[in-house]
């Protein structure tokens, strides 16, 4: 090895050795002599001093040093003076004097600071990524995410899980999103699908009779990006057989609670996690991933407004919408200037205004209080909780529009307003989700999580004759406004799948083409089985308390889908395509 000891370990007991280190020059400064560096690695800092009378040779050399240089010194350990002790870093009560120095490999100077977190054009990090992930941060988030994988593993092969590995080349079969195809040179014409996620495989594991699997699995989605979305991310893949929903639900909350405390970043909120029923979180929240970390929950004041004089709630209301409202704590001296800018701001998602009512001491100041009379006004304040100070604010609209507004609305509001508590994780589990959803275009019905997510035992004869009121089997785990995992019982029999298929709109064949290996493995004895894929790179994000996936992925695509840094996607070389019997054609 280059170095005996990493610059983040050495201490005042190692005071008097000699030591060899090797890192990044991360500072450095020149005292009238005396040359301080900085050394730098992935475990830390360590200060080293080069004295011109003592070690000339070696000064020499660090004086040529610049930040980014990679260098090895040897020296002596030694206590700092007490006044220079530095309690903010691990190494701060010792530091190095330099005997010897040699410069391994010197560096231009980089296109951004390193060695301080100053705001960075996210591209140029991108181009840079591997000068980005030498900053402390990036580092941090990079092993932050290696312990949460380490500890995932750990944790279930205790409990009787093994790690399987699935296929990256698999069939292409529609799962949601558009796939990622691999034309193959060998069966010209044909391709491979990367895999949205090992659905079908881990399944096929149960079928086996592993009955306990997971993988920390790669996955690939060629859908629009955003902040918790990649092209390609990582997932914790998970099937259990012969379980329950609460059986899966009780295994994933005893894992996160204890790899929450284990990794102590962070606190949860609430223990036992809270089950929440689909249709009460869109009611409470207008969303089914949501923030339980502050209230302004959505309430709905249709019935109090039905039939009154102010034309924008009572024609929503008969026109067969709703109008409600959330309550913002605080905010009633909000001035027009601010009222108008959130009007606009739920604008953007469909609202074709906002109006509102501020609570003061004696009275209240609305948009509309002038149309109703002071019972109806006070009903609307009674059924938000309303207090002195408060702002209420009102979306009347179609249903789904009013959720979506209201929603964003009130995650944007408790930004700005400082409500959130960021060392708090608030989990919780949403169920009873509907099966299917009606697909009006196509006059059918479409599975609302995936084709093999199986009813509510309570729930099947639904599927033959009410399916928009049959529940699935479903669970999603939300936490502070993402969904950071979904999963589900499958469905095991045949007839079962085959019924559902049937449903929505694939035919025989169709069905038995894309999916024939599924239905044939369902007649060879196929265990009750369900499972989960909680998300590692949103996980991360969480914990980490990033704002986007892309902070804790080491080398991940831009929000247009593209490797900065590489320069991917890229065209192929004629003969390459030749060879896999593809033509470009412009469209």
């Known amino acids: 090895m280059l170095k005996t000891h990493t610059c983040g370990e050495l201490r005042a007991e190692h005071a008097g050795q000699t030591v060899t280190m090797a890192g990044w020059v991360h500072r450095r400064r020149d005292h009238g002599g005396l040359i301080f560096v900085d050394l730098r690695d992935r475990w830390g800092l360590t200060q080293i001093v080069a004295n011109p009378t003592t070690a000339p040779e070696a000064h020499r050399v660090l004086d040529q040093a610049r930040n980014e240089y990679v260098v090895r010194v040897t020296g002596t350990v030694r206590p700092r003076p007490e006044r220079m002790v530095n309690p903010n870093l691990d190494t701060g009560a010792i ?45 941090n988030n990079l092993v932050l995410r290696h312990r949460v994988v380490k500890f995932i593993r750990d944790y279930l092969s205790e409990r009787g899980f093994i790690e399987v590995e699935t296929p990256i080349l698999f069939k292409t079969t529609p799962e949601g999103a558009r796939d990622y195809l691999v034309p193959s040179r060998v069966h010209p014409g044909h391709f491979y699908a990367l895999p949205q996620s090992p659905q079908q495989l881990k399944q096929l594991l149960m079928v086996a009779g592993v009955e306990r699997y997971f993988q920390i699995a790669r996955c690939f989605r060629d859908e629009d990006q955003r902040g918790d979305r990649q092209p390609e991310f990582t997932q914790l893949d998970m099937e259990m057989s012969f379980v329950e929903r609460e059986d899966v639900m009780n295994l994933v909350e005893g894992l996160f609670t204890a790899l929450v405390q284990h990794i102590g970043t962070k606190r949860i909120m609430t223990k036992p996690w809270p089950r929440i029923k689909y249709a009460e979180a869109m009611e409470r929240f207008g969303d089914d991933k949501f923030d339980m970390r502050f209230g302004m929950e959505l309430a709905d004041v249709s019935d109090i407004v039905a039939g009154t004089e102010y034309k924008v709630f009572s024609e929503a209301v008969a026109a067969g919408g709703k109008v409600k409202g959330i309550r913002v704590p605080g905010c009633a001296t909000y001035s027009r200037k601010q009222l108008d800018e959130l009007a606009e701001y739920v604008r953007g ?84 989700f509907p099966l299917f959803q009606w697909n009006e275009a196509e006059k059918r019905w479409d599975p609302s999580h995936h084709l093999f997510t199986s009813p509510l035992p309570e729930d099947v004869p639904l599927v033959d004759t009410d399916p928009g009121k049959a529940r699935g089997a479903q669970y999603d785990l939300v936490c502070n406004n993402y969904e950071v995992g979904g999963g589900s019982i499958r469905i095991h029999r045949r007839e079962l799948q085959e019924k559902i298929f049937d449903l929505i709109g694939l035919a025989p064949e169709v069905a038995r083409e894309r999916f024939g290996h599924m239905l044939e493995a369902f007649e060879y004895g196929t265990p009750p089985h369900g499972g989960i894929a909680p998300g590692i790179d949103r996980l991360t994000m969480v914990l980490a ?41 412009d469209s």
């Open 349 to 432: 998602f469909g609202a074709k205004g906002l109006a509102w009512a501020a609570i003061g001491d004696s009275e209240t100041r609305s948009s509309f209080g002038k149309f109703l009379s002071e019972v109806t006004m006070k009903a609307i304040v009674e059924r938000l909780d309303g207090q002195a100070g408060d702002l209420l604010l009102f979306v009347a609209d179609r249903l789904e529009i009013i959720n979506a507004c209201l929603s964003r609305l009130r995650v944007e509001l408790a930004e700005r307003l400082k409500l959130r508590d960021d060392d708090a994780l608030a989990f919780c589990w949403v169920i009873d």
């Open 95 to 139: 530091e190095v004097d330099a005997a010897e120095v040699a410069i391994l490999n010197p560096a231009k100077t980089p296109p951004f600071y390193i060695n301080e977190e100053a705001p960075v054009e996210e591209s140029l990090r991108l181009k840079y990524r591997y000068l980005d992930l030498r900053r402390e941060r990036m580092r």
């Open 545 to 585: 308390g990033e704002p986007n996936i892309r902070e804790v992925i080491a080398f991940p695509k831009s929000q247009q889908a593209a490797d900065l840094m590489a320069g991917a996607p890229s065209p192929a070389e004629s003969n390459q395509l030749k060879e896999l019997h593809i033509q470009i054609v």
